[in-house]
């Protein structure tokens, strides 16, 4: 997934087996970027799930809760982005 998209010339971060408070960091992150110089935003989430939720290092964490960094009132540069979320739980 890395080497595709940086091919695709995404800027690419990777974050190996996050807790649940690293993982809402890098949302944080993201949702505080200045977003304006880019045409859209890819999260990919590899991890173990259910039900709606993946399987941080410690917890539990809703799937949607990750979309809600990323609404137009929290995170303004990216109003009217192409936002793309891939999950894959098993």
Do not use: W
Not at 38 to 53: L, M, P, R
Not at 70 to 89: H, R
């Amino acid at each position: 997934i890395e080497t595709l998209f940086k091919k695709l010339r995404f800027e690419v971060e990777v974050n190996v087996d996050c807790n649940r408070k690293q993982l809402e960091e890098a949302c944080l992150r993201y949702q505080n970027m200045d977003h304006s110089q880019y045409g859209a935003f890819v999260c990919c989430i590899a991890a173990h799930g259910n039900n709606g939720c993946i399987y941080t290092a410690d917890s539990e964490y809703e799937i949607i809760k990750i979309m809600t960094f990323f609404y137009d009132d929290v995170c303004p540069t990216m109003k009217n982005k192409i936002k793309l979320f891939f999950v894959n739980c098993c």
